[in-house]
């Protein structure tokens, strides 16, 4: 897999976003640890160019902006909200185009108080995907231009994607 | 003064509504808003088991149902550790690009439709049917395949498939160069497409833009490049790239994607080893997250699924290329008169069924 990846680059991105130097997973994993030392954990390679990290919710907007304009992340690609026993954690798929990278990043958020730090001005992409993960799992974004119900009507009362809710009549 | 486009208008190709501010007949602002054919596909995915699914992403859209299919089974097999015989990747790349075609020419045909060439309609949905042909000699239906099975693909290709594969890509090779020419001949469709609905470079990789209208910007990002899965590594291709970011460049790298999508088939045809098609998947899913993320026809689809030791999904979640080009869809209609929202929304190849879910 390495080796068709480099392959493709030379010849792929070479009228893409702009040239960069390499950036390799190392690379990304000690340049978060080394600004987010407290907060940046379980940082690990799933496979070639996936990487996963947990962040404190404290951190992350910050975490963002440091991604996209020191690592060259530059894409959100999916933000999922997953409900666990006791804590929601809210999943932000970020790619980096020109170092073919993408990073899974975990926030995790209590269930008295579920809401994370919008990233809709790090990303235009993030806005109505939080918009969605607000509307269907009732996490609350922070400083987001417009947080209101996307897809479910306006005056609806559930957060449908909650294990607590029951479907039917 | 606001004016609604939709939710039943010609120009929205299902149900979802445009409002447009407009001062004169210049646009001002506008809010797209999309929620009309929720479903919940998500929530109802966490009551079946992993193999009632397939049915019901293909339903996520009715235009490219393989390609969802196809995801969501990348997407389990990432979390069950599958392997997929060869013979099967090679038959699923045959499939999605030829769904890729099939998706392509439906939107040109709506696109001809948008702007006044209801002969390009006519053409276009006749050629389509070449393609759903060939896919329901594959799967026995026309538009919901049900065909990619975790570890797999239901069933071998049936006799004389190579055969007609290769007639239908020669077939619509040469159709395509008349399209060329009864499109790019019309005056009408191409003053109402060149220079219309311009789109930076930087707006549209910060807002999420992909698939065509991220292409159409001069951005050269394929993700059957640039993160290959399945067996696109070994196949000769290049994607289709286009610098001006306008509705005429939009229409021309989905015009030359078709052409691309030729070759793709034609390589995967000819290099499909023999062997097996299937290996049997296991019922329950480990505790975990499985993730796959594919070039759709409109864009990155991705699916997220955690599995909780069951023989059902704990959570699922997809992602539509649509749902988040559609968000930046202002910045495309801004400055321009109403009578672009036409082409330029058209230019997007909505489809509602994946936005909403």
Redesign the interface.
């Known amino acids: 897999m390495e080796e068709r990846g480099k392959r493709s680059s030379a010849e792929g991105m070479e009228s893409a976003v702009g040239g960069a130097d390499d950036v390799s997973e190392e690379k990304v994993f000690r340049a978060l640890l080394d600004s987010f030392p407290a907060t940046v954990t379980d940082f690990k390679k799933l496979r070639a160019g996936v990487l996963r990290a947990r962040i404190d919710r404290r951190d992350l907007h910050g975490a963002c902006v440091f991604l996209r304009d020191s690592l060259g992340f530059e894409h959100i690609s999916m933000i999922s909200a997953v409900e666990y026993e006791g804590r929601f954690e809210v999943v932000y798929h970020v790619a980096s185009w020109k170092h073919r990278l993408l990073l899974e990043l975990i926030t995790t958020t209590p269930k008295d108080d579920p809401s994370v730090d919008s990233v809709s001005s790090v990303w235009g992409g993030a806005n109505w995907q939080e918009r969605e993960a607000y509307d269907l799992m009732g996490i609350r974004f922070n400083n987001h231009p417009k947080l209101e119900r996307i897809l479910l009507p306006k005056d609806y009362l559930y957060h449908p994607l909650r294990k607590d809710f029951k479907g039917g009549d | 003064m606001w004016i609604n486009m939709g939710p039943q208008h010609p120009m929205t190709h299902g149900l979802w509504n445009l409002r447009v501010k407009v001062d004169g007949e210049t646009i001002v602002d506008a809010q797209p808003e999309?929620?009309y054919l929720?479903r919940?596909i998500?929530?109802i995915c966490e009551g079946r088991t992993y193999t009632q699914i397939i049915p019901i992403t293909d339903r996520l859209c009715y235009g490219s149902s393989l390609t969802w299919s196809h995801l969501y089974c990348l997407t389990a097999e990432d979390l069950m550790g599958v392997e997929v015989p060869e013979r099967a990747e090679y038959i699923r790349v045959a499939a999605i690009e030829m769904q890729r075609i099939a998706s392509h020419l439906m939107w040109l045909a709506a696109y001809a439709t948008d702007l006044g060439l209801m002969l390009g309609f006519l053409h276009a949905m006749r050629d389509r049917e070449v393609f759903i042909d060939l896919l329901q000699a594959l799967s026995g239906s026309r538009l919901t395949y049900n065909y990619p099975r975790i570890g797999g693909v239901a069933h071998d290709i049936p006799p004389n498939f190579e055969r007609d594969s290769l007639r239908a890509c020669a077939y619509i090779e040469n159709r395509l160069r008349e399209y060329e020419d009864l499109y790019e001949g019309s005056r009408v469709f191409m003053m109402r497409n060149v220079g219309v609905g311009l789109l930076k470079k930087e707006?549209a990789?910060?807002?999420?833009?992909?698939g065509p209208p991220l292409r159409a910007c001069?951005?050269?990002?394929?993700l059957r490049?640039?993160?290959?899965y399945s067996v696109y590594?070994e196949i000769d291709f290049q994607?289709a790239?286009h610098p001006a970011g306008d509705c005429y460049a939009r229409y021309r790298v989905r015009m030359d994607e078709m052409y691309e999508s030729c070759k793709i088939i034609r390589q995967a045809i000819q290099k499909m080893p023999k062997g097996k098609w299937r290996v049997v998947a296991p019922r329950n899913a480990p505790v975990g997250t499985g993730?796959g993320?594919v070039e759709d026809p409109r864009g990155?689809g991705?699916m997220?699924i955690?599995g909780d030791g069951t023989d059902k999904p704990?959570?699922m979640?997809v992602?539509s290329p649509i749902?988040?080009t559609v968000?930046?869809a202002p910045r495309m209609l801004i400055g321009y008169k109403v009578a672009d929202v036409v082409a330029i929304m058209g230019g997007l190849d909505m489809c509602i069924g994946e936005t909403?879910?």
């Open positions: 999309v929620g929720h919940g998500e929530k707006d990789i910060n807002l999420g833009v992909t001069g951005v050269n990002y394929d490049k640039e993160m290959p590594p994607p790239v993730m993320r990155e991705m997220y955690v704990y959570r979640k992602r749902f988040v968000s930046a909403d879910r």
